[in-house]
C-alpha cells in the first residue's frame, strides 16, 4: 500500500511551492511504474506526473509541465512531486500511485493498482 507522508491538507498562495512525498511500496520490483494523480473538485481523477522506475523515464500533463517535477528516492523509497508556480487551478486532491509489473501506459489512471490516501492542496489568494 502507498501512503502519503505530512500533512493531508495544503492552503498555498499563487506562486509558491510545494513538495508531496509518498512512500512506495516496500517491494519495488513489483511495480512498473509510479505516478502522481489529481481531482479538482468537481472533476474526474487526472494523471499529472509520472515516472518509469527502471529507467526513471518522466511523463507529465501539458498542464504541470515545467511547473512540477516528479522523481524517486531509492535511499529512502519515496515518490515525491515537487510544485513550483502553483496556480489555483492546481487545485485538487493529489494521490499517488503504484501500477503493477507490467509494462503499461503511464499516463492512463487504468493502469495504476495501489493508491495512496490523497492529500488536499488548495492555491489561493
Known amino acids: 500500500q502507498l501512503q502519503l507522508r505530512e500533512s493531508m491538507e495544503y492552503l498555498m498562495q499563487p506562486g509558491e511551492s510545494l513538495r508531496l512525498t509518498c512512500a512506495i511500496p516496500?517491494?519495488?520490483?513489483?511495480?512498473?511504474?509510479l505516478g502522481w494523480f489529481r481531482q479538482a473538485p468537481g472533476e474526474g481523477r487526472k494523471f499529472v506526473a509520472g515516472?518509469?522506475?527502471?529507467?526513471?523515464?518522466?511523463y507529465y500533463d501539458d498542464s504541470v509541465r515545467g511547473r512540477f517535477a516528479v522523481s524517486r528516492d531509492t535511499s529512502k523509497n519515496t515518490l515525491a512531486l515537487q510544485m513550483t508556480k502553483l496556480k489555483p487551478t492546481d487545485t485538487a486532491e493529489y494521490s499517488c500511485?503504484?501500477?503493477?509489473?507490467?509494462?503499461?501506459?503511464?499516463?492512463?489512471?487504468?493502469?495504476?493498482?495501489?493508491w495512496g490516501q490523497g492529500t488536499r492542496v488548495t492555491v489561493s489568494s
Open positions: 516496500t517491494q519495488p520490483q513489483s511495480v512498473y511504474a
Open positions: 500511485a503504484a501500477t503493477g509489473p507490467e509494462q503499461v501506459s503511464v499516463t492512463d489512471i487504468g493502469s495504476y493498482e495501489s
Open positions: 515516472l518509469i522506475k527502471k529507467d526513471g523515464l518522466t
